[in-house]
Antibody
C-alpha cells in the first residue's frame, strides 16, 4: 500500500519560493503519476500539475505555468513541488498525490502541507 | 477547460438515509471520472475511479454510475462517518478539473 508523508508547514514572504516534499513508501516508486493539488482556506480542490517520470511527461495548470515545478528523486523516494514568486493568495494546503500511470489519477494522497504567505 | 458542476452544493440527511450526488461535465469525458471524500482538516480520500469502480478498501455502500457527461455518486445507509464533503474530478484531459464540492451534513 502506498503511503505519502509530506514535509511540515511553511511560512514564506511574498516573492519568495517554497519547496514541499512528499516521501513515498510502498509500491514501485517509478510506476506512478505524481500530481500536486492545492486547497485555499474554505475553498475547493485545485489541480496544479502532473508528471509521469517513466514517460518523461509533464503537464501544469496554465495558472501556474512558469511558477511551479514538480520533480522526483528516486534515490530518496521523494517527490517535490516548488512554487516561486509567492503571492498572498498562494496561502493554502498543498497535497501530493500518486496514481495510475495510464490514468494519471489521484489514488493515494499525502496528508497536506500548509503554506502561509505573509509579510 | 472542462467544467465540472456538482449538485446539490449542500445536502442535509439523516443517519440511515440514502443520498445521491450528481456531477455534470461540460463535455464528454467517457468514464474518466473519480469521486473523493474529504473530512475537515484531512486529505481527500479516493472512493471511486473510472466512474463506477470502487477503490480498494472502500465499503460497497458507495456506488458510482454514469458516462459521457452525467455521473452520480450514491451513498446508502448513511452513518455518522459519512458526513463530509464530496468532490468529483475528471481525468480524461488536461487540465484536470474538480467539481466545487457537495457538503453532506447531518439533519
Amino acid at each position: 500500500q502506498v503511503q505519502l508523508v509530506q514535509s511540515g508547514a511553511e511560512v514564506k514572504k511574498p516573492g519568495s519560493s517554497v519547496k514541499v516534499s512528499c516521501k513515498a513508501s510502498g509500491g514501485t516508486f517509478r510506476n506512478y503519476a505524481i500530481s500536486w493539488v492545492r486547497q485555499a482556506p474554505g475553498q475547493g480542490l485545485e489541480w496544479m500539475g502532473t508528471i509521469i517520470p517513466i514517460f518523461g511527461t509533464s503537464n501544469y495548470a496554465q495558472k501556474f505555468q512558469g511558477r511551479v515545478t514538480i520533480t522526483t528523486d528516486e534515490s530518496t523516494r521523494t517527490d517535490y513541488m516548488e512554487l516561486s514568486s509567492l503571492r498572498y493568495e498562494d496561502s493554502a494546503v498543498y497535497y501530493c498525490a500518486r496514481g495510475d500511470i495510464a490514468a494519471a489519477d489521484f489514488r493515494h494522497w499525502g496528508q497536506g502541507t500548509l503554506v502561509t504567505v505573509s509579510s | 477547460d472542462i467544467q465540472m458542476t456538482q449538485s446539490p452544493s449542500s445536502l442535509s440527511a439523516s443517519v440511515g438515509d440514502r443520498v445521491t450526488i450528481t456531477c455534470r461535465a461540460s463535455q464528454d469525458i467517457s468514464i474518466y471520472l473519480a469521486w473523493f471524500q474529504q473530512k475537515p482538516g484531512k486529505a481527500p480520500k479516493s472512493l471511486i475511479y473510472a466512474a463506477s469502480s470502487l477503490q480498494s478498501g472502500v465499503p460497497s455502500k458507495f456506488s458510482g454510475s454514469g458516462s459521457g457527461t452525467d455521473f452520480t455518486l450514491t451513498i446508502s445507509s448513511l452513518q455518522p462517518e459519512d458526513f463530509a464533503t464530496y468532490y468529483c474530478q475528471q481525468y480524461n484531459v488536461y487540465p484536470r478539473t474538480f467539481g466545487q464540492g457537495t457538503k453532506l451534513e447531518i439533519k
